[in-house]
């Protein structure tokens, strides 16, 4: 059974940084995308960043850069650092986890993918930008 649990999620000022941390378990598939997702309220659910198995990343344009996905995977946690934080990044953030082709392709669709076509959430936490 996957079980992701994310943490790191706060309040901060424009122009600050967070760190979010989601630790995995369970996850067996030789092949995978692991990704952040964001959803503010009265939005719907879009993707932020994601990393597959082999260490590839894509992230979402609204990003511009500001945002970098990592995994440790001895500690089987994946990381989005988050710079220049704006208040319009308001949102609760998922990490997500599911199996995936390798390459290009598979990393696009995760990104893409909607909710409910994704295999495996975590709870979600709250960031909240004040300018």
């Known amino acids: 059974q996957v079980q992701l649990v994310e943490s790191g999620g706060g309040s901060v000022q424009a122009g600050e940084s967070l760190t979010l941390s989601c630790t995995a378990s369970?996850?067996?598939?030789?092949?995978?995308?692991m990704g952040w997702f964001r959803q503010a309220p009265g939005n719907e659910r879009e993707g932020v960043a994601v990393i597959d198995s082999d260490g590839d990343t894509k992230y979402a344009d609204f990003v511009g850069g500001r945002f970098a996905i990592s995994q440790d995977k001895a500690k089987n946690t994946l990381y989005l650092r988050m710079n220049s934080l704006t208040p319009e990044d308001t949102a609760m953030y998922y990490c997500?986890?599911?199996?995936?082709?390798?390459?290009?392709?598979?990393?696009?669709?995760?990104?893409?993918?909607?909710?409910?076509?994704?295999?495996?959430w975590g709870q979600g936490t709250q960031v909240t930008v004040s300018s």
């Open positions: 369970g996850i067996t598939y030789s092949a995978y995308c």
């Open positions: 997500a986890a599911d199996q995936c082709l390798r390459g290009g392709y598979g990393r696009a669709w995760f990104l893409r993918a909607r909710p409910n076509v994704i295999n495996h």
